[in-house]
């Protein structure tokens, strides 16, 4: 049962472009979001939140946008680095409930 | 404060043995989750834990697996009997409280042979 969904398991884009990384829920008692990033062979850190209650949250060079009615939400990163390649979890939470579901995980690849 | 630690980082098992995963939570973080990774796959919820009590199993299979966060000392994580399917990273991540952010071990990458 996924209840969460990411469906592009990789994404190339140019140093200097934008990524935009899609997340899809299915679960609508979902009312707080998060991404995480991983890098290989070290645990996933966490990246930017958002709360149901807003639909952009912003944080330097990465912005999350929750679209509740669609069940949707993305991240972008704007402007794309080298550094910034990484696998990028998506995660939601429940109301009263701390156990977070991911995504299955987009690796991004930032090309110089 | 040393983070979440995990260890070991590598185990190795033959199929039918039993494999032993610890995680120290961060200091002063009184909750404790386990997830495991596929090849190819996403973070999967397996257990959430809080001091000598196991708050949700949900994503534990019902043979073989088991957790525990005693009262003192680092959260365990067992397998009994491994298969080969068993051979996943297994990681860790504890919060301070609820809806806190969770901090993440590096993992424990379970081999079985």
């Known amino acids: 049962d996924q209840q969460v969904k990411q469906n592009s398991p990789s994404l190339s884009v140019q140093e200097g472009r934008i990524s935009i990384l899609n997340c899809d829920y299915t679960?609508?008692?979902?009312?707080?979001f998060l991404w995480y990033k991983k890098y290989p062979a070290e645990g996933p850190t966490f990246l930017i939140s958002?709360?149901?209650?807003?639909d952009k949250n912003e944080d330097g060079r990465f912005t999350v946008f929750l679209n509740k009615s669609a069940k949707h939400l993305s991240l972008h990163i704007v402007p794309s680095q080298p550094g910034d390649s990484a696998v990028y979890f998506c995660?939601?939470?429940?109301?009263?409930?701390?156990?977070?579901?991911f995504g299955a995980g987009t690796r991004l690849t930032v090309k110089p | 404060n040393a983070g979440v630690m995990q260890n070991p980082r590598h185990l190795v098992r033959r199929r039918g043995q039993e494999a032993r995963l610890r995680c120290s939570p961060m200091?002063?973080?009184?909750?404790v989750y386990w997830y495991r990774q596929l090849p190819e796959e996403g973070l999967k919820f397996m257990v959430y834990?809080?001091?000598?009590?196991?708050?949700?199993e949900s994503g534990m299979p019902k043979e073989r697996f088991s957790a525990e966060f005693p009262k003192e000392g680092p959260s365990i994580l067992r397998i009994q009997q491994v298969v080969r399917g068993d051979s996943a990273a297994y990681f860790c991540?504890?919060?301070?409280?609820?809806?806190?952010?969770?901090?993440f071990g590096s993992g424990t990458r379970l081999t079985v042979v």
């Open positions: 200091k002063g973080h009184s909750h």
């Open positions: 679960n609508s008692m979902f009312d707080y």
């Open positions: 995660a939601a939470l429940e109301p009263d409930n701390n156990d977070m579901r």
């Open positions: 958002i709360s149901s209650i807003k």
């Open positions: 834990l809080q001091k000598e009590n196991i708050i949700d």
């Open positions: 991540a504890s919060s301070p409280n609820l809806r806190e952010g969770y901090t």
